[in-house]
């Protein structure tokens, strides 16, 4: 026997409720979304800006580039050989 007090149905303002906590989910997820395309938009921006600005430094000062790049080179060597 079904209580007649007790309904199977969620009530129209607990659902309008429900309707409206999904919207907001949603909508908060379209912004965070929309939030990270743009940062990631502006960080490969910045990262094309300093690709081109490297390079430019290279063919300016390419024995000074290849001196800093091989003492990085050696310097992680020698970090990385202790640690063994």
């Known amino acids: 026997m079904v209580n ?3 309904s199977t149905h ?10 409206l906590d999904k919207e907001s989910v ?3 997820v379209h912004g965070a ?3 990270a395309r743009d940062a ?3 960080a490969k921006d ?3 800006e300093l690709e081109g600005s490297l390079e430019t430094a290279i063919r300016k ?4 580039s290849i ?4 003492g990085v080179g050696l310097v992680l060597g020698l970090i990385l050989t202790r640690r063994r």
């Open 33 to 35: 979304a929309e939030a």
């Open 26 to 28: 949603r909508d908060a």
């Open 40 to 42: 990631y938009e502006s």
């Open 4 to 6: 007649p007090t007790h």
């Open 10 to 19: 969620p009530n129209s303002e607990t659902a309008t409720r429900g309707h």
């Open 61 to 64: 000062h390419p024995i000074r």
């Open 67 to 70: 001196l800093v790049a091989g």
């Open 46 to 48: 910045r990262v094309s």
